[in-house]
């Protein structure tokens, strides 16, 4: 089965750049996406297809896919960023899988 | 605007079956699939499976099949997931999605908690 792994957590401080890696086999030659996840509310998306950032996303929210790990980063975080991010990737065998999840932290 | 509107919370019986519903508006229904996500309480995002809405062909997840059916009604624009024999361990938060095809999911429902206790 393919799995992709993230940190569990990410602690950032206001204003600066946040990281969260989405680890899979060959994850580079497929397309990653990404959702914003904060409590009580549905998912949504913040970046597809590796890079692309969907209408309303603010402009800190980027996203980078090579090798075998996928990168969200938030740069400038700001407090609403405070959510729990899950990365996603669709493979021929199993279709659709989401990452583990990584809750990032704003202090 | 493109909406998914999920019917309410459930609660049911181990061994019993639910059924989600997830009427869309804003958009031409067929043209588009819809892939149902679950959250148990507390954990991450699970594919459950995935249905076009212009042919009716589905694609379940392999831990699921044989107990989930996924179908649609084209002329009302709603989808609909039925999970069969339940377990204390499909207790979690249903959504529905518009999914863009191998790709990635735009528009979410707003979730349906599906409680199942004795």
């Known amino acids: 089965s393919y799995e992709l792994t993230q940190p569990p957590s990410v602690s950032v401080s206001p204003g600066q750049t946040a990281s969260i890696t989405c680890s899979g086999d060959k994850l580079g030659d497929k397309y990653a996406c990404w959702y914003q996840q904060k409590p009580g509310q549905s998912p949504v998306l913040v970046i597809y297809?590796?890079?692309k950032r969907p209408s309303g996303i603010p402009e800190r929210f980027s996203g980078s896919n090579s090798g075998n790990t996928a990168t969200l980063t938030i740069s400038g975080t700001q407090a609403m960023d405070e959510a729990d991010y899950y990365c996603?990737?669709?493979?021929?065998?199993?279709?659709?899988?989401f990452g583990t999840g990584t809750k990032v932290t704003v202090l | 605007q493109v909406q998914l509107v999920q019917s309410g919370a459930e609660v049911k019986k181990p061994g019993a079956s639910v059924k989600v519903s997830c009427k869309a508006s804003g958009y031409t229904f067929t043209s588009y699939g819809i892939s149902w996500v679950r959250q148990a309480p507390g954990q991450g995002l699970e594919w459950m499976g995935w249905?076009?809405?212009?042919?009716?062909?589905?694609n379940y997840a392999q831990k699921l099949q044989g107990r989930v059916t996924m179908t649609t009604d084209t002329s009302t624009s709603t989808a609909y997931m039925e999970l069969r024999s339940l377990r204390s361990d499909d207790t979690a938060v249903y959504y529905c999605?518009?999914?863009?095809?191998?790709?990635?999911?735009?528009?979410w429902g707003q979730g349906t908690l599906v409680t199942v206790s004795s």
């Open positions: 249905i076009s809405a212009y042919n009716g062909n589905t």
């Open positions: 996603q990737a669709w493979d021929s065998s199993i279709s659709y899988v």
């Open positions: 297809q590796d890079s």
């Open positions: 999605a518009r999914d863009l095809g191998e790709l990635h999911f735009d528009y």
